[in-house]
């Protein structure tokens, strides 16, 4: 029993670096392009996808019940009020964007790395990325109060001949959230078109065959397309590597730019991206470990992957780290008497449980645990780690929004926030969303970019001819 | 464009990427030009030995990069100065330190979408019908796991016989006429 799993182990390392392989080893251009081609092509759908989809969709029409009902009512039905008039969809904003924020990293920063080993995972990664943005865009819009004129924001020429105020942060973020949007749809889609002609090729339906024909844009294959392709990939990387980092730094803005005590900070822009893409890397995780397990995947995402993940979390956890005790050596360094209240009434205010939940989540389990290498290719420890954070970097942007506004400089202007029903049935209605979106995803489009993959293969490598006939 | 007839190319295949590429590199060396290979996967080296070096993606990735910059910019410019003139804290009218954001963003947007929609464009896609589509062994290979090399019959040197005898000589695993 022991020796088997012994071996089990052996064949999982790569003898060359005594590293986890990247890929299983054994797998040819033919037989992962029929694993991952068969999740998609077959009619029949799993019944586990069934019930998981109906969870997630049931909750998807909580989100549409709630967003009707504050359409119809107004943002009064929500918790916010003076002195904390950005709730839960400001924080629940800034969370899914920052976790959208991994799958920008591993498609675009990871490929500009040459770290191969995210070719397996950067497809789906891609996807999160897109399906957190759709839910974190949407709250900026239900918040404006009268969604049916958010088109105010963008420079249009209107008849009232009012423009946008160009100086505010504000509309930065429409620019910089709008932008990313775009090109983390162009990113994924661009990626997929080969893929879509090899789905078109070994379509059995007519639909699927017309559908993916279409969606192909009728790849071939010529490798004067693939060498454009590739220069077309990097660039996009290249492009969508500052765009990243500046979606957050902009979102980080709209509070660092506030004189608030807790949010007029410097350190916000590289705290902010660095907190996005740990959150974003657990929300990859929360998504691999299920995905893998279920449609048994193990030969493509591996244990290397988990573990990598593991590691790119530990060096963001702990650069997040190094910003809540900048933080608080600000708060007593800066001599100010409003920073030093507002680092005391976050710790031992009324609100300071939330504090300690973020520190412990964020930092005293996963910084402590993820050093170890068992640990890290533990996948059911992974899994809760990647829960814990997440839930973690949801009560950091609980922390900053409200525990900096709820108690400002004057006394007669405390006041306190409690959430309403409403609050909860839209949060928990973007993660059904989510949910739903990202099943469809996995169901109807190739999870993993089968052309990437195949140039991660032995068979890839170009070898001399044996008998050379000239 | 008028219907085509007769014969596009002459298609042989290949089971690896080396066999494909010396086959190309011999192919461009006894002076054929008009000719391409497909590959379920990019192949740089394919590229490179049937002589496709460059390609223009970087350059209009950069022009559409500063179309976006300039537009961003001077529309800031324009509404901040002229159209829509505010006071806001008393801030200069023409305070471009705050419009580099938007600026930057839109200069982001507008070159991904010339390197995406510029790269599909050059390729001649969306182009749904292609006549390699009609060889047999085109479907299950070329976005799979077989590696081709055509050569077209507007190359000077095309010969129906002389082209399969050519191709032959490599070995491949077949050589098929592909025809309009």
Redesign the interface.
């Known amino acids: 029993m022991a020796s088997t799993d012994l071996e089990k182990e052996n064949v999982k390392l790569d003898p060359a670096t005594g590293e986890y392989r990247v890929i299983a080893p054994g797998q040819?251009?033919?037989s992962v392009?029929e694993k991952i081609t068969r999740i998609v092509l077959t009619p029949t759908t799993p019944l586990g996808w069934l019930a998981v989809f109906g969870v997630g969709g049931a909750l998807a029409i909580v989100l549409l019940t709630a967003v009707t009902w504050l359409f119809l009512i107004g943002v009064g039905i929500w918790g916010i009020t003076q002195p904390v008039a950005w709730g839960f969809a400001i924080i629940n904003f800034v969370w899914w964007i920052g976790i959208g924020h991994a799958g920008t990293l591993i498609s675009a920063i990871l490929l500009l790395f040459k770290q191969g080993w995210r070719n397996s995972i950067n497809r789906f990664a891609e996807a999160m990325t897109i399906f957190a943005v759709v839910c974190a865009g949407m709250f900026p819009l239900i918040h404006v109060g009268r969604p049916w004129l958010a088109y105010w924001m963008f420079?249009l020429p209107l008849s009232m001949?009012?423009?946008?105020?160009?100086?505010s942060?504000l509309?930065?973020d429409v620019?910089?959230v709008s932008?990313y949007a775009?090109?983390s749809v162009?990113?994924w889609?661009?990626g997929m078109?080969?893929d879509f002609?090899?789905m078109?090729?070994?379509a059995e339906s007519k639909l699927a065959q017309y559908s993916f024909?279409?969606a192909s844009?009728?790849?071939?294959?010529?490798?004067?397309?693939?060498?454009?392709?590739?220069?077309?990939s990097l660039?996009?990387a290249g492009?969508?590597t500052?765009?990243v980092l500046?979606v957050h730094t902009?979102i980080s803005?709209d509070f660092a730019v506030a004189v608030l005590p807790g949010w007029h900070t410097t350190i916000f822009p590289p705290y902010f991206v660095a907190g996005a893409i740990y959150s974003g890397f657990a929300m990859v995780l929360t998504l691999a470990i299920p995905l893998r397990k279920f449609y048994h995947l193990e030969g493509l995402v591996t244990d290397r992957h988990i573990d990598n993940m593991g590691k790119v979390m530990l060096a963001t956890g702990f650069i997040v780290a190094y910003g809540y005790g900048m933080e608080v050596f600000m708060a007593w360094y800066s001599a100010s008497h409003w920073e030093a209240f507002m680092m005391w009434n976050r710790m031992f205010g009324p609100m300071g449980w939330a504090y300690w939940v973020l520190i412990t989540c964020n930092l005293a389990i996963p910084l402590t645990t993820l050093w170890s290498r068992k640990l890290r290719t533990n996948i059911a420890y992974m899994f809760f780690i990647s829960i814990v954070v997440n839930i973690g970097m949801w009560f950091e942007r609980f922390v900053i929004i409200v525990t900096s506004l709820y108690r400002d400089f004057l006394p007669s202007a405390w006041g306190t926030y409690r959430a309403t029903k409403w609050d909860y049935m839209i949060y928990v209605g973007t993660l059904g969303l989510f949910t739903a979106l990202f099943l469809l995803f996995v169901r109807f489009l190739p999870m993993i970019p089968?052309?990437?993959i195949?140039?991660m293969l032995p068979?890839?490598e170009?070898?001399?001819?044996k008998e050379a006939s000239? | 464009m008028p219907p085509r007839e007769g014969t596009y190319g002459m298609l042989a295949e290949f089971d690896t990427p080396g066999d494909l590429i010396r086959a190309a590199q011999q192919a461009r060396k006894d002076g054929w030009r008009r000719m391409d290979c497909y590959t379920p996967y990019p192949v740089e080296e394919a590229a490179e030995a049937i002589g496709f070096h460059r390609n223009k993606v970087p350059l209009l990735t950069l022009i559409g990069g500063l179309m976006g910059l300039a537009a961003m910019f001077s529309l800031e410019t324009w509404v901040s100065v002229l159209a829509y003139p505010l006071n806001i804290g008393g801030r200069p009218l023409y305070s471009w330190p705050a419009f580099i954001v938007p600026a930057y963003e839109w200069t982001i947007l507008f070159a991904g979408l010339s390197a995406a929609f510029g790269m599909l464009a050059l390729n001649g896609l969306p182009q749904l019908y292609h006549p390699l589509f009609n060889a047999p062994n085109f479907k299950d290979g070329a976005t799979t796991d077989k590696f081709f090399l055509c050569l077209e019959a507007l190359d000077p040197k095309f010969d129906l016989k002389e082209a399969r005898a050519y191709l032959e000589k490599f070995q491949p695993v077949s050589v098929v006429e592909v025809g309009y």
């Open positions: 040819t251009f033919r392009t420079p001949n009012v423009w946008p105020q160009f100086r942060p509309l930065w620019f910089a932008t775009t090109i162009v990113f889609y661009i078109v080969p002609g090899t078109r090729d070994r024909g279409i844009l009728g790849w071939r294959g010529s490798v004067r397309h693939w060498a454009r392709y590739e220069t077309a660039l996009l492009l969508a500052p765009l500046s902009v803005f089968m052309s990437e195949r140039m068979a890839a170009i070898k001399p001819k000239h």
